[in-house]
């Protein structure tokens, strides 16, 4: 597309409809009404309102229409992501967060409905997604959360400004030792993709998310064995652990938990298309007590 002049708003849609598609989108009307709000400076829902595009947003919708067709994320070309009931920013160097996640975390606000100030700990926080979340929809938690990659916690900070979080930078197999024993809920969206897999990675995901938040270990568990342990030393007994895995994860996955021994009540979750997404279990009263 090149804009001379001012152009109907459902001609460039149009246009950026048949560039994406043919590019390979699944969704690429929706895509082109978030860039074209994006280079206007509005909202997806008041794009109604606008029946031309001047020619300079014009320009900058084209360059990033063009983008998104190479596979550059429409999160990192607009620097915003949203999540349940948040906005986030985001762009490279952190993992972007998908609606598969806010089905466990939907769950994972459920146990602690009834706890007034329940303690909460997230592992692997990436972008401070699930935190930002948890601390927006159930204003007395209490959330603490870390992250590893250095990039990704910067993210985090930014987006965790001003929410109560407290944000760690570290590994989270030493997270939050302090607070062994007496948590409510740990939850994790870890990596999980096992190395050998690394080629059969979707290429936007594979170049654009960093490795550190993908791949663990040979059989993609390396991360939620790390998760099982911390959960394990953290929780209180009758607290909860929640843990996002793979698809084919489904019975790997909340093995780990049982092998931990200190668990009962591992359960598999399936997401909106009732597809294995995350494990759950409860920390028993006396290790060994699994099931």
């Not at 708003?9 to 989108?25: F, M, N, P, V």
């Amino acid at each position: 597309m090149r804009p001379a002049g001012p152009i109907p708003t459902a001609l460039a849609l149009a246009w950026a409809k048949g560039h994406l598609e043919a590019a390979g989108s699944s969704s690429p009307l929706a895509e082109a009404r978030t860039l074209l709000a994006h280079s206007l400076g509005t909202e997806r829902t008041q794009l109604a309102l606008v029946t031309s595009v001047d020619e300079v947003p014009a320009a900058r919708f084209a360059e990033l229409v063009e983008a998104r067709a190479t596979g550059v994320p429409v999160q990192h070309l607009t620097g915003r992501a949203h999540f349940r009931t948040v906005e986030l920013q985001v762009g490279p160097g952190v993992f972007i967060p998908r609606p598969e996640t806010e089905v466990m975390t939907g769950w994972a606000l459920d146990q602690i409905a009834d706890t007034e100030q329940p303690v909460v700990v997230e592992l692997c926080t990436g972008s401070g997604a699930i935190a930002r979340a948890i601390a927006a929809e159930h204003p007395g938690a209490r959330v603490h959360t870390i992250e590893l990659d250095p990039v990704a916690a910067e993210w985090a900070e930014r987006n965790l400004a001003g929410t109560g979080v407290e944000l760690r930078v570290g590994d989270m197999a030493e997270a939050f030792p302090e607070l062994d024993g007496t948590v409510d809920l740990v939850i994790s969206n870890p990596p999980y993709i096992p190395l050998e897999a690394w080629e059969s990675v979707e290429a936007q995901v594979r170049d654009h998310d960093p490795d550190l938040a993908l791949f663990s270990g040979e059989d993609g568990l390396d991360a939620m064995r790390v998760v099982a342990a911390v959960a394990a030393r953290l929780l209180r007994p009758g607290g909860v652990v929640c843990a996002e895995h793979a698809e084919v994860q489904a019975e790997s996955a909340p093995q780990v938990f049982v092998d931990a021994g200190v668990f009962g009540r591992v359960r598999d979750h399936g997401d909106l298309a009732g597809r294995p997404r995350f494990v759950s279990a409860i920390r028993s009263h006396v290790a060994g007590l699994a099931g």
